[in-house]
């Protein structure tokens, strides 16, 4: 068989990181294919809705990845540059919306921190304190809500009286042998250990430092605070007849619950516990899904092409 000769001027080898350039973007298309039904149906929704508020949804999410760069920064101890730390939280958001939740993002930031010279063990700790603190700012604050409002969701509306006190135990049982697997299967629990005592390493260190402290701590609430305020002014838009702060606390019950499925940035998880928690808040089903494929319109598919595009620019230009 005769050997195959290619055109003159072919490239007979394709830098990688031209490949990683344009990976980004295939994985946009491949998902916009999937959820086409999706973004068709949430178009649709904002085209009824009133733009003052959708305005300020877009801001909230906006301002979101402002919260993230200031979590990011006040997670690590060394002092990140600060234009491209905002780039790549913005990045970083369209990845965690291609890959597994929370992967994406991670990985990003990982590679960032190693271009800025920080050592692999510090940025390793820094990602775990940020998820940590993240963790413990969401549930503080659903925590806190749920104190000041405590008839927000209205959990008869899903589950019979009756019911609910086998719901809450099998809730316990679940907690219950997750906390016995980790305990009883030697790898798991050594990942867990590890990632507890990297994260509250960085921690003791991070907080001699009080600058350090408020960015981590004051990013980590605004990052879930902002995003159910963007919750709320879709609400708005679309007259959901639930209150704001009954909005948020959804959305923080919605979040939370979904927090360990692995799907790429909780596509399809998040929206059906999404519309879940706002029927129990006390919204008509059929709002509540178009209340929640508009925000997530706004919120994932909008900033995901620019996104992406800036994630490839970022590969190009060695930032990550």
Not at 28 to 36: G, K
Not at 252 to 271: C, K, Q, Y
Not at 296 to 320: C, D, E, S, Y
């Amino acid at each position: 068989m005769s050997a195959v000769r290619l055109p003159q001027g072919f490239p007979r080898r394709v830098p990688v990181r031209q490949i990683l350039c344009l990976l980004p973007l295939v994985l946009v298309l491949v998902v916009a294919v999937q959820h086409r039904a999706v973004l068709a149906a949430g178009f649709g929704q904002l085209a009824s809705a009133e733009w003052p508020w959708l305005v300020a949804a877009a801001g909230a999410t906006c301002l979101t990845w402002v919260a993230a760069a200031f979590t990011r920064q006040g997670a690590v101890v060394q002092r990140l540059p600060v234009r491209r730390l905002l780039a790549t939280q913005f990045a970083a958001g369209a990845a965690n919306h291609l890959l597994p939740t929370g992967l994406g993002a991670s990985a990003v930031n990982l590679r960032f921190m190693a271009v800025c010279g920080v050592p692999l063990a510090s940025s390793s700790a820094a990602v775990a304190l940020y998820l940590l603190a993240e963790s413990i700012a969401r549930t503080g604050l659903l925590l806190a809500l749920l104190i000041a409002f405590p008839n927000a969701l209205r959990l008869n509306s899903l589950v019979p009286a009756p019911a609910v006190g086998p719901v809450l135990l099998a809730v316990a049982g679940v907690v219950c042998v997750a906390a016995l697997v980790v305990l009883a299967v030697r790898k798991l629990r050594t990942a867990v250990f590890t990632f507890l005592r990297s994260a509250l390493g960085e921690a003791r260190t991070v907080h001699t430092r009080p600058a350090r402290a408020i960015a981590l701590w004051g990013g980590s609430l605004a990052f879930p605070a902002l995003q159910a305020a963007g919750l709320a002014a879709v609400g708005r838009a679309l007259e959901l007849p639930v209150p704001p702060a009954h909005m948020a606390v959804a959305y923080l019950a919605a979040t939370i619950a979904v927090a360990a499925v692995p799907t790429p940035g909780g596509i399809g998880s998040v929206e059906a516990a999404l519309i879940v928690a706002l029927v129990a808040a006390g919204a008509p089903v059929a709002l509540a899904t178009a209340v929640v494929l508009a925000y997530r319109i706004i919120t994932v598919w909008l900033p995901l092409l620019p996104g992406a595009l800036t994630l490839g620019a970022l590969v190009r230009l060695k930032v990550i």
